[in-house]
T-cell receptor, first 113, second 113 residues
Framework: DQQVKQNSPSLSVQEGRISILNCDYT??????FLWYKKYPAEGPTFLIS?????DKNEDGRFTVFLNKSAKHLSLHIVPSQPGDSAVYFC????????????FGTGTRLTVIP | DAGVIQSPRHEVTEMGQEVTLRCKPI?????LFWYRQTMMRGLELLIY????????DSGMPEDRFSAKMPNASFSTLKIQPSEPRDSAVYFC???????????FGDGTRLSIL
């Protein structure tokens, strides 16, 4: 059973606009969340993370928001650029020191020039 | 610095054959992970090692799958006998300690005919 869900398999956004990628989880023990970005024929690369003690973490154009009560997190990319076109995976673990990461199925983002 | 290196990049073989996937982690990383990526289930953790010792193999689908890490710089994932449903992209990842962001190789695309 998928404990981390990304219900939108794809998303298209105009260059310069905001991209919002969503992720839901079912395991209330999850305490640490990560986003990975994957280009074709490459492995996923770490993008940004957030601990449950925070509700927001920002790194340049990328911001992750966490709503623990709703078991929901989102990744905002502002402004979106064509180079952001990739598959984005949401992942979760039970604590920052845990080794097991549970991944979602990914959302393919296309940024249209 | 060299990243995680996987070989081969592509493997096509017939059902029933033995398949061996190889991984060289980043030097100094003491955790190594094997994942399988499918459209339906996204990235699934198969097994992970800490200091060359298998810690959790609960994700290994069945006895046809086995993984070894004879030393800190090499790991193999073996499937014997292979079946068409094993077709997927297999990723190896390493990290410098538990809970840190994992660094992925570029994957092996496996096709079982």
């Amino acid at each position: 059973d998928q404990q981390v869900k990304q219900n939108s398999p794809s998303l298209s956004v105009q260059e310069g606009r905001i991209s919002i990628l969503n992720c839901d989880y079912t395991n209330s023990m999850f305490d640490y969340f990560l986003w990975y970005k994957k280009y074709p024929a490459e492995g996923p690369t770490f993008l940004i993370s957030i601990s449950s003690i925070k509700d927001k973490n920002e790194d340049g154009r990328f911001t992750v928001f966490l709503n623990k009560s709703a078991k929901h997190l989102s990744l905002h990319i502002v402004p979106s650029q064509p180079g952001d076109s990739a598959v984005y995976f949401c992942a979760a673990s039970e604590h920052p020191g845990a080794n097991n990461l549970f991944f979602g199925t990914g959302t393919r983002l296309t940024v249209i020039p | 610095d060299a990243g995680v290196i996987q070989s081969p990049r592509h493997e096509v073989t017939e059902m029933g054959q033995e398949v061996t996937l190889r991984c060289k982690p980043i030097s100094g990383h003491d955790y190594l992970f094997w994942y399988r990526q499918t459209m339906m289930r996204g990235l699934e953790l198969l097994i992970y090692f800490n200091n060359n010792v298998p810690i959790d193999d609960s994700g290994m689908p069945e006895d046809r799958f086995s993984a070894k890490m004879p030393n800190a710089s090499f790991s193999t994932l073996k499937i014997q006998p292979s079946e068409p449903r094993d077709s997927a992209v297999y990723f190896c990842a390493s990290s410098p300690g538990g809970g840190r962001a994992q660094h992925f190789g570029d994957g092996t695309r496996l096709s079982i005919l």
